[in-house]
């Protein structure tokens, strides 16, 4: 709302520069920041505040502010002998879409430009002039909040009005031009034959006010707050006229309303106001009473009031009171229908006295224990893990598009019923999309080095419901380290996440193995860790399918976790005995045929380690030219221990027989 | 010579050669694995000579071979290791002007970090923490806010629909109503998540975003009372010289309502770009929880009052890091994130 602050001197005396003004309105809850050309304020109003919708609201509470006095337009009307009831009949059919409908008719005006006071006003707050009758109907409204709307009287056919809501289908081309298509939300102002206006959000074509107009009617009644809002809302349709309906007009200056609109159009475009006004106001509104305890408003917001301060503050919002002791029996004024209870007076009270003013304090009653949910702490330890080894947190959008979804067959994307766009249509079914998004914009930038992870919710479509679910997964590719003067390369692939996933088990003090994965629809290979209860986590090599579709040109590895089963851990970690005795090492080199895999030949040497055998290390692994051909060569550390006593040689060298003989026999290792 | 002896000397001649070397001669390492550890090395000459010694005495000279085997590799591994460290004595490095490990940490999210640290301020006064859901039904994220259908407050907010009742969230205070539904009073409670908001992306503006919203119910609380924890966050988070600013408003689900300002934190107040001329910086909502809202929840509003917030986790870390575009948080650009870390 764009107020002219010389418009706003007709109804109050100040002398504030305008950005004090500014500051003082936006203190008092009207956000306001002062025009470009200084002569404005723009405030940006919130819905409960219609009243302020208008330089007359406006000035009201500049006046309370400010300790001045709110002053009234001078009327005066002359009427002419022909009474309005005579020049036209209105019917009310749709009492509630319209509990008052008023009417002034001036006869003989001749319609032509503006004066320049009225275009220039109008042209502060934004409205550009067309002719006198429009202008001045504008003028009106910025000028006292309520709108009204003139009709060509001469374009009214059988001088009746009929206030009725529309039929379903039923058609009228409003100002603007547009054929409107209505429904029975809708409310109508139809002549003796058809619609002449959609009644509190926009006039209709057929009867608008021209130059050729000698007869206007001049319409200001009080529309049903929600069916104006929902009328507009079907039509997609927002007005000055709309907006301020559907925030509540003022029920009871509709007869002011019209006698400043003839005051005005008789002044400048001439002509005869009939006699009186047709106001068709069948069951008179009354206006509302709150109590208003002092001590309760006291208790609420934390100050005391004295009875000077409620009773100038009442005052200078148009509340009728009277008091009781503490107790004040309050009258709303017809142009406030945001108050309604005591602590909207409460809060009236606060904000004129001033919220900074307000003496803080911090006093807190109840149990102080925070209580954090299990989940939390799991996933803030899971992050700080994640980071901690290198990975960059991110946060996607949780809005995808239905392809990107569905590149995850197995999934069912849930769609979101009025989407922004096709990119943004369908709730995410898993992150992976999102850090693959991820890897795509960052590889087009150049980074190619990346390892990323991200936790947010997942949302699956089932039948006629949904599913939302935490998630937690990483994505990496390129190198971890590169190679530097003294460390070899380090890739982010498959065997970094097996090592995370052997980590975290150890973390979280977990069972179980890994087991390899098959018929995956997003791994072209991958193993899972199985817990005894349950799976833990996911790793594997994205296929090359999946690649394709987000446009990434290298080897990408993801991890996806279990939360449910990391939720389940936090317990205190139990203690275990620290080594008494020494431990032994050996190395044990052997050449085994390719075919052979490291996991069975690791499982040859843990089971005949015996229970000795505390700790084994692939450190080396190697073929080509350094060995025959179809032989690997592998070197394991191995480290032996007992419980209770000091281990011998001899011991571990039997083992070490043990296990020689048998990955000979078993898989016809040799030693080197 | 019998074998034993010749690994024995072997071992000696091995340790003298090891001993005469100076620090950091990779070529010189190499050589003396060759002569020790190569295919014609003097390791595999004794291995050769297995062939020879009495067959009851080979497994036992087997294993003494081995052992020797193991032990220059690792010797020899040791004196690599010094050499490419430059660590080979504790009195001597080769060049400390060679460049460190790389070391590879990773970053937190600029949003988890910031909602962490407004996470620890509440907590510290006795906040507990509350997560609800993303899509809830129209009741929980406007009815029982007192926002009701076909009331104008609903275009405060555009809404994303997953069915006509129910609604990506657009605030967190859903979480509110159902902590309020399963506890009784006194509350005190943070409710940190993500929402959704139908606006078109841009620089300013994003379709989703994170809040923490507050909210304490007590007997007898007043604006006063969360004016000083307000305040209290404030100073805490954005530093002791900022000024906080309460200013009227109006939100459906708090009577008063405010929303708090805070003295621009690149001008100090004076007005610049940051603050569009003005001073202040909006960085929050609040208000006393309106009796209605306290009523739907079946709390009795008479006995009980209290106080709500709620924060934008994107535009705090906007200020205090001085982001320029919303849209940064959301794309993964690592180099945005490195710089977190």
Known sequence: MIVSLDWLKDFVSFKLAPQELADLLTGAGLESTVGEN????????????????????????????????????????????????????????????????????????????????????????????????????????????????????????????????????????????E?????????????????????????????????????????????????????????????????????????????????????????????????????????????????????????????????????????????????????YECIIPSFRPDLEREIDLCEELARVYGFDKIESKTTYVGDVTTILPDEERTVDELRDYFSGMGFNEVMTNSLLSEQDAQTFSELKP??????????????????????????????????????????????????????????????????????????????????????????????????????????????????????????????????????????????????????????????????????????????????????????????????????????????????????????????????????????????????????????????????? | MSLASKIDSVRDTFSKSLEKLSAGDATVIEKLRHEYLGRKGKVADLFSELGSVPESDRPEMGKLLNKLKSELTREIEKVKDAASTGTASPEKIADLSLPGDEVTMGSLHPITQTMREVKQIFQAIGFSVAYGPEIDDDYHNFEALNIPKHHPARDMQDTFYITDNDVLRTHTSNTQIHVMENQEPPVRVICPGRVYRNEAVSIRSYCLFHQVEGLYVAENVSLAEMKGTLEYFCRHFF????????????????????????????????????????????????????????EMVGYDPVKWSGYAWGMGIERLAILKHGIDDIRLYFNGDVRFLRQFA
Request: hydrophobic share 35%; glycine share 8%; proline share 4%.
């Open chain 1, 38 to 177: 200084g002569d404005t304020l723009d405030i940006e109003l919130t819905p409960n505040r219609p009243d302020c919708m208008s330089h007359l609201g406006v000035a009201r509470e500049i006046a309370l502010l400010t300790d001045a006095k709110l002053k009234q337009n001078d009327i005066s009307l002359s009427e002419s002998d022909q009474l309005v009831e005579d020049a036209v009949t209105i019917i009310i059919e749709d009492e509630k879409g319209s509990p008052r409908y008023s009417v002034r008719v001036v006869k003989g005006i001749k319609v032509g430009a503006s004066p320049d006071w009225i275009v220039q006003r109008l042209e502060q707050c934004g409205i550009r002039s067309i002719n006198s009758v429009v202008d001045i109907s504008n003028y009106v409204l910025l000028e006292l909040g309520h709108p009204l709307h003139t009709f060509d009287l001469g374009l009214v056919e059988g001088e009746t009005i009929i206030v009725r809501s529309a039929k379903n289908n039923e058609k009228m081309v409003t100002l603007d031009g």
């Open chain 1, 179 to 327: 054929n409107r298509k209505l429904s029975s939300d809708h409310l109508l102002i139809c002549d003796s034959k058809k619609p002449v206006g959609l009644a509190g959000i926009m006039g209709g074509e057929n009867t608008e006010v021209t130059e050729k107009t000698t007869d206007v009617l001049i319409e200001c009644a009080y529309f049903d707050p929600v069916t104006i809002r929902k009328g507009a809302k079907k039509l997609d349709l927002s007005s000055e006229a709309s907006r301020r309906f559907e925030r509540g007009a003022d029920y009871d200056d509709v007869t002011a309303v019209l006698d400043r609109t003839a005051q005005l159009i008789t002044q400048i475009a001439g002509g005869e106001i009939c006699a009186g006004v047709v106001d068709c106001y069948p069951k008179v509104i009354k206006p509302k009473k709150v109590l208003l305890n002092r001590k309760r408003a006291e208790s609420s917001i934390g100050v005391e009031f004295d009875d000077k301060f409620i009773r100038s503050t009442l005052d200078g919002l148009g509340i009728g009171h009277e008091r009781k002791n503490d107790q």
């Open chain 1, 414 to 672: 849930l769609p979101v019923a009025n989407p922004l766009s096709r990119e943004m249509s369908v709730m995410r079914p898993s992150l992976l999309p999102g850090l693959l998004g991820a890897v795509n914009y960052n590889l087009r930038r150049g980074e190619n080095d990346l390892s990323l992870f991200e936790y947010g919710n997942v949302f699956q479509a089932e039948e006629k419901k949904w599913t939302e679910s935490p998630q937690f997964s990483g994505v990496a590719c390129g190198d971890r380290v590169s190679k530097g003067w003294r460390q070899d390369q380090h890739k982010n692939d498959f065997y970094l996440l097996k090592g995370v996933v052997c980590d975290l088990v150890q973390r979280f003090g977990f069972d179980g193995s890994f087991t390899e994965l098959e018929n995956s629809s997003v791994f072209s290979y991958g193993m899972r860790w199985e817990t005894s209860s349950g799976w833990l986590a996911d790793i594997g090599s994205v296929n090359s399918e999946i690649l394709g579709y987000y446009d990434i040109g290298l080897p990408v590895v993801s991890i996806n976790l279990n939360l449910e089963l990391f939720n389940s851990t936090i317990e205190a970690v139990q203690f275990s005995k620290l080594p008494q005795f020494p431990r032994i090492d050996r190395d044990l080199s052997l050449s085994v045929p390719s075919s052979v895999t490291i996991g069975e030949l690791e499982s040859i040497i843990q089971e005949n380690g015996t229970d000795l055998l505390r700790a084994k290390k692939l450190y080396d692994l190697y073929g080509g030219d350094q060995i025959e051909s179809g032989m690997q060569g592998v070197t394991f550390s191995l480290s032996f221990r007992s419980d209770d006593r000091t281990l011998q040689d001899d011991e571990v060298d039997t083992i070490m027989e043990k296990i020689i003989s048998e990955t000979s026999s078993q898989v016809n290792a040799k030693l080197r």
């Open chain 2, 239 to 294: 530093g002791e010289e900022v000024k906080a600013r309460f200013r009227p408003s109006f939100f459906p689900f708090t009577e008063p309502s405010a929303e708090v300002d805070i003295t621009c934190l690149m001008c100090g107040g004076d007005g610049c770009s940051m603050c569009k001329k003005t001073g202040w910086l909006e960085i929050l909502g609040c208000g006393m929880v309106d009796p209605a809202v306290l």
